[in-house]
């Protein structure tokens, strides 16, 4: 029997960088979640009698919204869910599922690196037909829906058997349980050379996988140690876990610090790699190296050819506005295409569908391409090892080489995170209040050249997104960035992003704090950081 359930408006269901997240008390509320759902189909059209698709990354809530989701899905009228078994899907293979499998759209349950717990993160976001992040359009048009709600439709039947593949009915849709990670593995042989993997694997490179007790788990170990011939073990932390074990599932050198220790000692392995919450994120380490998410892009980009499914060559390549420009040196070398765009990966949606980028990336260790519109944090990894293995070289040699081709992008994000929410919004209203003055101002040895506020114009569909990062750049071409995060759930977190551009390859054995020092000391004078935030140093610096 499909109910309808009278309910009242939140005010707060504005999605954010990346879909609604909230503390998981926040959804446990009564009709907190069937509101946001209810929002999402409210404000689409044309999906009666098709697919969507819904997964999540296993935290804790998971389960309980994803029987919301299969139930309010039937009550609106699609003909069929596909659902990961147990309730999982990586972000990147929800979107490979529904590009795959042609869904109208897809629910993605997550909240990315944030952590999992009864008390920490959950999320909801909602993915269109290519796969990608709905665009500002919907969920600007969500938001609005949450605020006007007063039902929703909901099937009034027993749970649905989420741990077995196979198919059952609801309220007369089609419900079909599938293995989360098959799709996935077979897409990913297609593009990269396993056979030359497999070969630098059993040639003694030892290659491991930290998946942070989140859901990469079950798509490392499958691919890694079933397809290509990694020990077992190669793959830690394997068992995604609603809490992922008490870790903070966000790759970076603070949370995955472990590892990083662990490749840098002498007998430690030669490669590893971590991967977030959802598996979209990477961290790449090898021995002796760590390589920047910006770097990442750059030298993936410049290398792509390697790679079965790049060999035709890559069309353009896209960043977010705060990314290094050390994909810019590629993209100049190639003649290919360059977009800047704001932060968050749904902006790479209208390029990767036209056609005009091939690869994207973020500085949050998010680096994708166009075989599906997520950035997918194991296809970077075995982007790399496809590289090594063509290469033959060690990640620093290649790191090392592409320096001296290129140039080094010397690169820094420092974060401030649960800083009073007024002194953030004040500190960036203060310094767009005196963008128009900054030009020519010195600052020790550094001379502002230019700052503005990023708007970016899609050259696709001609969107405007106004107000996306303060950019202030010097004399030299360095810069400083200043952003709140839209992804946080408490307070605000500010972040500094911080670049210098140093040719000359004598100089590129510079620690990256030290290189960066008279930007960082400048960024604070210009956004009087410590004295509006109270807070002498970053929580974060990655
Ligand atoms: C952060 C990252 C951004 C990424 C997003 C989702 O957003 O900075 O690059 O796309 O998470 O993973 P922010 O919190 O900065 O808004
Ligand atoms: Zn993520």
Redesign the pocket.
Known sequence: MIVTVETTPFGDQKP???GLRKKVPVFAQKNYAENFIQSIFDSLEGFSGKSLVIGGDGRYYNREVIQKAIKMAAAAGFGKVMVGKGGILSTPAASNVIRKYEAFGGIVLSA??NPGGPNEDFGIKYNIGNGGPAPEKITNAIFARSKTITEYKIADCPDIELDAVGTQTVEGMTVEVIDPVADYAELMESLFDFAAIRALISGGTRVVIDSMGAVTGPYATEILERRLGAPSGSVRNAVPLPDFGGHHPDPNLVHAKELYDDVMSPDGPHFGAASDGDG??NMIVGKGMFVTPSDSLAIIAANATVAPGYARGIAGIAR?MPTSAAADKVAEKLGIGMYETP???KFFGNLLDAGMATVCG???F?TGSDHVRE?DGLWAVLFWLNIMAARKESVADIVRKHWAEYGRNYYSRHDYEEVDTDAANGLMAALRGKLATLPGTKIGALTVEAADDFAYHDPVDHSVSENQGIRVLFEGGSRVVF?L????TSGA?L?VYVERYEPDPANHGIDTQEALADLIAAADTIAEIGKRTGRSAPTVIT
């Open positions: 954010g960088t990346s990315s690196h979209d994120r977010s932060t968050g990966w973020e500085e949050s998010g950035k952003r995060s839209g992804t946080g977190t972040r």
